[in-house]
């Protein structure tokens, strides 16, 4: 059944009875030392610290975006018991961000360097000290500042406001683009362990904590039929605390007796199949052996929006859109603030109905944030009462300048 209502801003379009999701899943999770990852929170970081420099300076978060940020890997020469970088990572910083408000200059350039050293000392130790920052930040306005005489055009005071009252969306907001924000719920149990099991072997945990060698360069790729599940993993190890190809050899069937422990416990009855460093030719000393810990050390690159999706999944088979939500202005970036909520609605919506729930959200540039175009609901619970839905959806867009005071705070945090 499907239901059209007009709303203040569009359309809001409620689907009930709708199929639930195949049980058949194709689910990837990289870890917090993967490339991409790191390009993600990394970018995410310089957000907030911008963001924090010019609330407590101005009382605003002034405009800019360190979405479009870069890592190109270094180089390493790894040995058994011993390695070193021989040549530094390079971080490009692209993007924008206002270089001063009222006359008052924004140290930009140093705000950025000290979040990202501060950043790598704490995700890889190994490489703080072998990093080359280059800076592409620029003031440029966005198009549509017309000349038409001596009079300067609003649009250009964007990145060089006279004061926080040159900030538009301190009167309204408005969407910064034509974007789609995705959110569903709820993840079945394969997708969570999947999760879990990153996690494990790449932030803290037991096992890191008592495992040294445990790299947090983890990339998992699963299938599942409902029945049993097939994985492919890759785990890093670190080569200082590695003496011999054997003790790397007994690592990985380390590695491989967590992984069917878990299972045991988070997918009981079902059989699983790992495959562990499945590129490994341990004849050849051809290994998953860093000395950092991840790739990027070693030639690989890391780009926001490449990695995980806002839930911390990426899940071909669910509707998922691209979008880098990383490193966006948290005021009015549609393609985070959207993502974000349709993400939340879903797991509001499947607390309510008892089942499966489909969120979109479609801007257009230029309108209200709170009055999105398009909102596609799609609820698998037949038995909906859509004044129920309306008053979730509402209240959603109603969480805006709310998300933005806990974004600025705390940043997208991948679950």
């Known amino acids: ?88 990572v390079r971080v490009l910083v692209n993007g924008r961000a206002a270089p001063m408000c009222g006359g008052e ?85 394969f997708e969570s362990f999947v999760r879990e099991l990153v996690n494990h072997f790449s932030g803290e945990s037991d096992f890191t904590l008592s495992h040294a060698w445990c790299g947090s360069d983890v990339k998992l790729m699963g299938y599942w039929d409902g029945d049993q599940a097939d994985v492919v993993l890759c785990v890093p190890q670190k080569s200082r605390h590695v003496g011999s190809r054997a003790e790397y050899v007994r690592n990985t069937e380390t590695v491989l007796a967590e992984c069917y422990r878990m ?20 004849e050849k000393d051809e290994l998953y052996l860093t000395y950092t810990g991840s ?8 780009v926001v929006g490449r990695g995980n999706r806002v839930n911390g999944l990426i899940t071909p088979l669910r509707p998922m859109n691209l979008e880098g939500a990383n490193g966006k202005n948290p005021v009015y970036h549609v393609g985070k603030l959207y993502n974000i909520a349709a993400q939340r609605l879903a797991e509001r919506l499947h607390e309510a109905t008892d089942g499966h729930a489909e969120v979109h959200l479609v801007s257009t540039t230029g309108q209200r944030l709170d009055q999105p175009w398009r909102i596609l609901v799609r609820l698998s619970s037949p038995d909906v009462e859509t004044d129920k839905v309306q008053a979730l959806v509402a209240e959603a867009l109603e969480g805006f300048p709310a998300l933005t005071d806990e974004l600025v705070s705390d940043g997208i945090v991948l679950s």
Request: glycine letters at 8%; proline letters at 6%; aromatic letters at 6%.
């Open 1 to 88: 059944m499907r239901k059209t209502i007009t709303t203040e801003g569009g359309f809001l379009s409620i689907e009930t009875g709708t199929t639930k999701p195949d049980v058949t899943t194709i689910v990837e999770r990289k870890g917090l030392g993967h490339p991409d990852t790191l390009a993600d929170h990394l970018a995410e970081q310089l957000s907030r610290a911008y963001s924090h420099y010019t609330v407590q300076r101005f009382g605003a978060v002034l405009h800019h975006n360190f979405d479009k940020l870069a890592l190109l890997g270094g180089a390493s020469e790894v040995r058994y018991g011993a390695g070193r970088m021989t040549a530094p």
């Open 105 to 189: 200059t924004i140290p930009v350039e140093e705000i950025v360097e000290a979040e990202v050293r501060a950043f790598f000392a704490e995700r890889l130790p190994e490489v703080s000290d072998h990093l080359d920052i280059t800076f592409n930040i620029t003031s440029n306005s966005s198009p549509g500042a017309v000349l038409t005489g001596d009079a300067m055009p609003d649009r250009t005071r964007w990145f060089n406001p006279r004061s926080i009252d040159d900030l538009r969306e301190r009167r309204v907001r408005l969407s910064n683009d034509t974007s789609l924000g995705t959110g569903w719920a709820p993840e079945n149990a």
């Open 263 to 282: 299972a045991g416990l988070r997918l009981p009855g079902a059989p699983a199949r790992f495959r562990l460093n499945a590129r490994d030719v341990p």
């Open 295 to 302: 790739s990027i050390e070693s030639g690989d690159e890391g």
